[in-house]
C-alpha cells in the first residue's frame, strides 16, 4: 500500500511539473510549417539585430524544431533559406505566447543560375518584385549589365566567347537582395 501511494504521489508530481511548462502556446500555425535538412534560418528582432542564424539538422516542422516562445516579448522577423525560395514571417511574442502575425508568409523566389557549355541561363519567379539587375564579371571586371524588368517570370541566356576561359561571376540583384553564382568557363 505504501509503494502504491508513493508511486501516486510521484505520478501527481510528474503531472503538475508538466502542466507547469506547457504555457507556451501557439496561437496561429506558421505557413511556412515545413522545413528540410540543409535549409537555414535566422530570426531577427524589430531593431534589425540577428537573434539566431543557423542550419536546420533535421526535416519536419518548424514549430516542433524550434521554440519561439523563449524568446524575450517583441516582433520578430524568422527566414528560412530553401533551395530556391526565402520564406518570410513576422511573430510577435508576448508573455511566452508566440503569435504569427500575417497568416500568409511573404515568398522571395531566387534566381536560378544553369550553366551549359558557354552559356549561362539566368531564371527567376517574379512575382513581387518584377525587376532584376544582371551583372556579369570576367576576374573581376564588370564586362556586362543590365535592368530586366518582366511579369511573372524572367528569363535570360547569355552567350559567352568560349574563346575566353576563366572564373566568371553572375550577380543578380532583386528584392533588396543580392544572389551570386560563380562558374568557370
Do not use: W
Request: hydrophobic letters at 40%; glycine letters at 4%.
Amino acid at each position: 500500500m505504501k509503494t502504491l501511494f508513493k508511486h501516486i504521489l510521484v505520478l501527481a508530481v510528474m503531472l503538475g511539473t508538466f502542466t507547469s511548462y506547457a504555457n507556451a502556446t501557439l496561437e496561429v500555425l506558421p505557413s511556412f510549417n515545413s522545413v528540410e535538412k540543409g535549409n537555414s534560418i535566422s530570426v531577427t528582432d524589430a531593431s534589425g539585430n540577428i537573434v539566431f542564424s543557423g542550419l536546420i539538422n533535421f526535416n519536419g516542422n518548424i514549430r516542433q524544431l524550434y521554440d519561439f516562445s523563449q524568446l524575450k516579448d517583441g516582433i520578430y522577423i524568422i527566414e528560412i533559406n530553401k533551395d530556391f525560395e526565402i520564406e518570410i514571417n513576422t511573430v510577435e511574442v508576448k508573455n511566452n505566447t508566440v503569435h504569427f502575425l500575417n497568416t500568409e508568409n511573404e515568398k522571395i523566389f531566387k534566381p536560378v543560375f544553369r550553366v551549359q557549355n558557354d552559356k549561362l541561363i539566368i531564371s527567376k519567379i517574379a512575382l513581387n518584385n518584377p525587376k532584376m539587375d544582371i551583372e556579369l564579371y570576367y576576374n573581376n571586371e564588370l564586362i556586362y549589365s543590365e535592368t530586366v524588368n518582366g511579369k511573372e517570370v524572367l528569363n535570360r541566356v547569355y552567350k559567352l566567347d568560349h574563346t575566353i576561359k576563366g572564373e566568371y561571376t553572375a550577380v543578380v540583384k532583386s528584392n533588396a537582395r543580392v544572389f551570386t553564382k560563380n562558374f568557370k568557363i
